[in-house]
């Protein structure tokens, strides 16, 4: 047996991550927020548009015209100053198994942290490919890494997975690309409750289960998840 250190960890800090980490503190349970950057907690690349999901961290945070970096600012803040949520930089490569039930994650640094419930909110990071013209990176979007041994890790656990294609264009000096990546095959998640069923105690949401949506989408598949919980 571990020693619990949260009641919940998800992985990715993106609008669905963060937004179910916000509200699941604001019940009162202990949160471990896990991503690969803290530079890229809640940055949206293209315009937020209103409206915004009522009683949502985008709604406290976001307005109309604001730049990206400056939401993901506010947001940031909001979540490094919450008590009950630890924003943690780390690369998630395995989950941690007792028999069916997962009870944690491994990273490439080194430290395991613990919780009965696992959420993966890994967006558009499970194997991807992004193209800018001839060039190819394994990124889910621009200077941003994946999760590959983490996708290895599920492929291993025999979960399967589709292929979705995003298309993001040219905009203030930055370069357009396109982003092919995988999303949980059907009949891995079931919509009505959250849960990967293929273990107990781990949650897909986000664009890693949903292949595509806005932001705003990605902010209420959050709050329903923390509904779930």
């Known amino acids: ?18 937004e179910a980490a916000y509200a699941l503190a604001n019940r009162g349970l202990r949160v471990g ?18 409206p915004f999901p009522q009683g949502s961290l985008l709604a406290e945070v976001g307005e109309a015209g604001l730049k990206g970096w400056e939401l993901h600012s506010r947001a940031k803040y909001r979540l490094e100053n919450h008590p009950r949520i630890h924003l943690l930089q780390l690369s998630v490569t395995r989950l941690m198994l007792e028999g069916p039930a997962v009870v944690g994650l491994e990273s490439w640094e080194g430290p395991r942290k613990t ?95 949903l292949g595509q949506g806005t932001y705003a989408q990605m902010a209420t598949e959050g709050m329903r998840l923390a509904s779930l919980l």
């Open 115 to 209: 919780a009965p419930k696992v959420v993966l909110a890994v967006g558009s990071f499970l194997n991807p490919r992004l193209h800018i013209g001839q060039v190819v990176e394994e990124a889910g979007r621009l200077s941003e890494v994946a999760y590959p041994d983490l996708y290895q890790h599920l492929q291993q656990l025999g979960f399967a997975f589709s292929t979705y294609r995003a298309e993001v264009p040219a905009q203030g000096g930055t370069p357009g690309y396109r982003v092919e990546y995988a999303v949980f095959a059907e009949g891995e998640w079931e919509p009505s409750n959250m849960r990967l069923v293929r273990l107990e105690g781990l949650y897909g949401v986000g664009l890693c289960v």
């Open 33 to 50: 927020l896990v991503t690969t950057s803290l530079d890229s907690v809640y940055l949206p690349f293209t315009p937020i548009q209103a």
């Open 1 to 18: 047996m571990w020693p619990v250190d949260y009641d919940v960890l998800i992985v990715g800090a993106g609008f669905a991550g963060s």
